[in-house]
């Protein structure tokens, strides 16, 4: 099992931007997606990014789509979410997944099974 914590969660006014931070530990090396992941009470969680850990591939959400960037950082089994031209909308509570199986196309939040608690991101208008 796969232990993810998130970080790097704030306030932020409409145009900055945030760094967030997923540190895994357990058996990373059975992990082949990484995926960061947004929910606003209410509404479903929704996928943002996703990242391919051996290869590096990423994709994107289009709502978030030249915007954010997923990258990892292997040695330190530490994967980031650098979001830049915040938007309110963008206001939730993100979290980190990973998947152990081969990754499949999308972000579907049913393909991964081991989930971080979430850190929350506020962007002001």
């Known amino acids: 099992q796969v232990q993810l914590v998130e970080s790097g969660g704030g306030s932020v006014q409409a145009g900055g931007s945030l760094k967030l931070s997923c540190a895994a530990s357990?058996?990373?090396?059975?992990?082949?997606?990484v995926a960061w992941f947004r929910q606003v009470p209410g509404k479903a969680r929704e996928g943002v990014a996703k990242i391919l850990t051996h290869g590096g591939l990423t994709y994107y959400a289009d709502s978030v789509k030249g915007r954010f960037a997923i990258s990892q950082d292997k040695p330190k089994d530490m994967v980031y979410l650098q979001m830049n031209s915040l938007k309110p909308e963008d206001t939730a509570v993100y979290y980190c997944?990973?998947?152990?199986?081969?990754?499949?196309?999308?972000?579907?939040?049913?393909?991964?099974?081991?989930w971080g608690q979430g850190t929350q991101v506020t962007v002001s208008s």
């Open positions: 357990g058996f990373t090396y059975s992990t082949n997606c």
């Open positions: 997944a990973a998947r152990a199986q081969t990754c499949v196309v999308g972000l579907s939040e049913g393909d991964f099974n081991n």
